[in-house]
Every structure is written in structure tokens, then in C-alpha cells.
């Protein structure tokens, strides 16, 4: 990271706190960090990173500026509003936005920040809270060559498998396409596990055996095997009021893309189901017993 003297990291929540504590004791460069809440940023302070008292303070120090917030109205927030990062960046400097978020919004910044020469590009993550706990997220870059060459030592801090998805606004694609097809899948499960234990099987046997054949995928065996099955819904992981944020973000790309997602439909109609049942702030597995509850025998 020679020529990234500092970096701000912005949003130190439950996926970038994490990322943030790696990035400061796994990189090379000081770090300093700012959120909402500053409680978030100062339980940090035994991993070294420095806290900061506003946008403008971190971005006056920075080189490269990192944000990590919960979706796209924050991330306008943060970099188009009063005293955000646009009004305050100077010439040179780099920023990535890891929120998942839309393309729109990631094309929107990189064009006002080239206007005050500073470079963008989008990173969402992939992978949850264990992977950004241990540093080994997925990374889906959208920007250009030179600017992935320049900010992928500090995203190897966070995760290990840094993909260049091309231009600005494919990292926030392939993030949409990856959540949707998680989303999807999970959904799937559900319906397969409530088929099979009527049918007289066991659920966790259901979900071993067919993680050794042709279903098996890694949404099986985290949602389906270590939460589903088990009944385990935690309220600390990924709400389902997040993944309905973000198949919301994939479907406006279904419509602007002139495709009919009618899987899709369905899922979101379920996870709206969840959220009027009251389990909006559990872990998006939840969708079990929804579907359970709907198909009362």
C-alpha cells in the first residue's frame, strides 16, 4: 500500500467494525474510522484504529476512504450530503464504497468524485459475519485497472478472494446477483425441508445427505444445515429486513434490465411475510417457518 499513507474507514457496524479491526491490524497503514455511533468506533481502539470526529476529520487525513453502511440511502448520506465525503475530498485521493447498494448509486459517485479527480470504485462483500470476523471475505470490485491494482492490498486485509468484476458499478452486479441467487436458494430449502419432514424424514439428515450429492451448495450447508434445520433464528446475524433491502436492489435491476424475475416475486413476497409476522430482525433462514406457519395442516 505504498502510495495509501492512511485510510478512513466510515461505518463500523456489525460486517465493517470487523472489517475495520482486520484492516488495521493485518494491514501496513494507520487507520482511522468514524460512525454514528461512537461507542462502534471505540471498541476498536485496542486494534490500534484512531477515532475520528466528523467526515471532514477523516477525510482532510485519509488517502483512501472505505465506507461500509447499511445500504443505499446511506451511502448518499455519506458521500452527497452536507459536511459528506464529496464536499470535503481533495484531488488524488481514492474512495470505495463496500456497502451492497445499486449500481445507479455507485456510477453517480464515481462521476461527481472524477469531477474533483479523486477515483471510485465499488466492493461489496460476500460471505457474512463469520468471514469478516476472520478476514476471508469475498470482494467484487467495479472500478478500474489502476484503482483495483492501488486498493486490493488493503481489501486483502478483509477477505481472500478479491475479484476485479470490471468497470465501476459490476462489483455492485455481481454482489446483487449473489445475494439474489442466496435469497433464492435459501427459500428453496425451506420449501424442500417442510416436504421432507411431512413426508416422515428427519431434517438434518435431510439436509446431510444432500449436501453429498448434487444439491449441496453452501447456502445448505449455513442456512439450511446449521440454521434451519436446528430451528436457530438468530437476531445478531443478517435480518430478513436486510435481505429484503437487498432483493429489492436485484429486482429494480430485473425491471431496468427488461427481465422477469418471477422467482424472485416470490421470495419477496415471503420475506414481506416474515416481516409482518414479526421476525423482520431474524436471520433470513426465518423464511422456514413462514412457510411452516402458512401451510398449517
Excluded: W
Excluded at 476498536?44 to 461500509?68: F, H, Q, Y
Excluded at 448520506?77 to 474512495?95: I, M, N, S
Amino acid at each position: 500500500m505504498s502510495e495509501i499513507k492512511k485510510i478512513g474507514f466510515i461505518g463500523t457496524g456489525v460486517m465493517g467494525g470487523r472489517m475495520c479491526r482486520n484492516l488495521a491490524t493485518k494491514g501496513d497503514v494507520p487507520v482511522i474510522a468514524f460512525d454514528l455511533d461512537p461507542d462502534k468506533v471505540a471498541a476498536l481502539d485496542n486494534a490500534g484504529v484512531e477515532a475520528a470526529p466528523s467526515i471532514e476529520a477523516l477525510v482532510a487525513v485519509s488517502d483512501l476512504i472505505i465506507t461500509c453502511v447499511p445500504g443505499e440511502p446511506q451511502v448518499r448520506a455519506v458521500l452527497f450530503e452536507p459536511g459528506g465525503v464529496l464536499e470535503h475530498v481533495r484531488a488524488g485521493q481514492t474512495v470505495v464504497d463496500m456497502t451492497t447498494a445499486t449500481a445507479d448509486v455507485a456510477r453517480e459517485a464515481a462521476e461527481k468524485l472524477s469531477a474533483k479527480s479523486v477515483d471510485f470504485a465499488d466492493a461489496p462483500i460476500a460471505r457474512g459475519v463469520s468471514s469478516a470476523e476472520d478476514g476471508t471475505l469475498s470482494i467484487m470490485v467495479g472500478g478500474s485497472a489502476g484503482v483495483f491494482e492501488r486498493i486490493k492490498p488493503a481489501m486483502s486485509c478483509m477477505g481472500t478472494e478479491i475479484t476485479h468484476c470490471g468497470g465501476v458499478g459490476t462489483g455492485m452486479v455481481m454482489k446483487l446477483m449473489n445475494n439474489f441467487i442466496v435469497f433464492l436458494n435459501t427459500s428453496a430449502l425451506a420449501e424442500a425441508l417442510l416436504i421432507g419432514t411431512r413426508a416422515g424424514v428427519d431434517g438434518e439428515l435431510l439436509f446431510e445427505t444432500l449436501s453429498r450429492g448434487s444439491a449441496d451448495s453452501f447456502v445448505l450447508r449455513k442456512h439450511g444445515m446449521q440454521y434451519m434445520a436446528k430451528g436457530d433464528f438468530p437476531d445478531d446475524v443478517f435480518p430478513v429486513t436486510y435481505s429484503l433491502k437487498d432483493l429489492s436492489y436485484a429486482m429494480k435491476l430485473a425491471e431496468q434490465t427488461g427481465v422477469n424475475a418471477e422467482t424472485g416475486h416470490i421470495v419477496e413476497k415471503r420475506f414481506k411475510d416474515a416481516i409482518d409476522a414479526g421476525y423482520g430482525d431474524l436471520y433470513g433462514p426465518v423464511v422456514y417457518k413462514v412457510l411452516e406457519e402458512q401451510n398449517k395442516k
